[in-house]
């Protein structure tokens, strides 16, 4: 007889994005670090479905439209994340990053709750997963970190390298001046302490922890520019033609990690290193892999981690504050 | 100034179940069939965009989604829908069908509504592309109107035929006895004078506008059964394997219309004759296609609709439901 009362119990959840926050603020940044981390062993281990990434392009205004989505097999939900791109938006005083995220219950196809978070968990998974790979990968004592770029990816990358790393002495570089003085005064990045640097040289010279995050289509950091012992992580190129290293870094690098190897080989930085034939693509380990195998990185050496974006980032985070706002 | 405001005008409206059938419940016949006609017109005049649809499966419980999305080129609205079947859940109190709907902005990305719709939408707008199809293809006058199966599509299929034609005249049939008296005491079906049939022969026999419903793996009706002025609409079968009419029956129509070729050719009720050379793919009218040019039925001639559901039948609806839920 419960069985049958199951329909009225069931409601879709609609969280907005001042709720969605409010349940990332109150929550410990290790937490939301592992919840990635074990998504990435999880997909690497072949335990998670991810069909083709759905699209959809728009001529005027231009935009493009990708849809994720996939499961773990052996867990309750279902995700599908809707993220957009109208590049023309800020004109109307609007994001040009849209989107939802949706939770399903995998067991019956009813819709759990409705994510209304404009992008932002998008943004915020992309910058837990540099603190995942900067935890398996950065130097024993980091020096200096080195920021590329000065957007909220730049941001948030550095916010979560708090709890993985020691170091609080940051370089910050970016095209415009006044962007890279506003990023040095974020009260989100408080605990450190930055500066902005003269060049990109600067950033290669003087840091061993460098994560980039432009949307260049070259490349900015160059192979004799880069100290020996460094990890980078890219996490700019998520697209064909964007490129943020010198593909002759890769030659020199001790380790090569991919959040998704084809997806990195396809269309992130690692295509260049690739397609020049620096590298081949049996060198590249996944991340998830790199972490459940245990590896570590080898002293004094040069290690790059290639960031794309995958959407068991997005499983992860989209069932983490559904739950959490549930409590 | 004004433009800078946008952003604050912008709501993401939920619409529950209730509300949707509130808005259909008060609309039109008339323009509701119009819409779906109107959308598939736009189809197959190539005015649509609609990627392949994106799939996940599930094996325990056994389910599966469906997500279908797209636009029209010209329009102001992106849709999305998410609908999934998951056999096990009447075993619950819950339909088998769960998902909603989607309304994005197509200049902005933004989301304009969540369509909690729970599958009936799905429902109603395959219900009116049957309605569509027989007011260009059923017989001028038709005398009496048969209906294979008796669940919802059998009772929705025939609740839109009242205003495409005149008759009132009905026998249905199903395999269980009770589930046909059902049927004729449906008060959505009270304009009509429904009889259960005694077989489904009788239904092939008597009734010159048939529209089957049914998850068939057989033929149901045989070609020796039909009389020679009959149209028939067949919307049961949208997956490989399934079958409801006697592949001789095409040999003998003189039309036979798709809603879209290329998925009623791939697993709709047009992959048996096609596959058992009965008829050739030329031979095919997109339902589109048919009303654009003003084609005719051929008088005192079988003719034979297939409809498999395109996602232009989702975007149209799911977009009125939003305008008319903000009126």
């Not at 609007?94 to 932002?120: A, H, I, R, W």
């Amino acid at each position: 007889m419960m069985l049958y009362l199951k329909k009225w119990f069931v409601m879709t959840k609609v969280i907005k994005l001042s709720d969605t926050k409010a349940v990332i603020q109150r929550s410990n940044d290790e937490a939301l670090i592992q919840l990635i981390e074990d998504g990435f062993v999880q997909y690497s281990n072949g335990n998670v479905e991810v069909p083709p990434v759905g699209y959809l392009s728009f001529a005027s205004p231009p935009g493009d439209v990708h849809i994720k989505y996939g499961y773990i097999k052996d867990d309750d939900y279902y995700v599908i994340k809707i993220a957009s791109g109208f590049y023309e938006n800020p004109k109307l005083g609007l994001n040009s990053s849209q989107g939802m995220m949706l939770v399903f219950d995998k067991k019956t196809g009813e819709p759990c709750s409705v994510l209304l978070d404009e992008g932002y968990l998008t943004d915020l998974r992309t910058a837990l997963a540099g603190a995942v790979a900067a935890r398996h990968l950065a130097p024993v004592n980091v020096k200096t970190i080195g920021i590329v770029g000065t957007g909220i990816q730049a941001r948030l990358q550095l916010r979560y390298l708090k709890s993985v790393v020691n170091c609080r002495d940051v370089l910050v570089w970016g095209r415009s001046g006044e962007k890279m003085e506003e990023y040095c005064r974020d009260n989100m990045l408080s605990d450190f302490s930055i500066r902005p640097a003269s060049s990109i040289k600067e950033i290669g010279k003087q840091c061993d922890l460098i994560i980039t995050t432009t949307p260049s289509h070259q490349p900015l950091l160059l192979d004799t520019d880069i100290q020996s012992n460094v990890h980078i992580t890219a996490v700019g190129a998520d697209a064909p033609g964007k490129q943020e290293l010198d593909s002759n870094l890769f030659s020199r690098a001790s380790t090569i990690v991919a959040d998704s190897t084809s997806q990195c080989v396809d269309h992130g930085e690692l295509f260049h290193p690739i397609k020049e034939k620096k590298i081949s693509s049996e060198q590249i380990v996944e991340l998830g892999s790199f972490i459940s195998r245990r590896m570590k990185r080898k002293p004094d050496s040069i290690t790059i981690a290639d960031l794309t974006g995958v959407a068991i980032q997005d499983i992860q985070i989209a069932k983490y504050v559904y739950l959490k706002s549930q409590q």
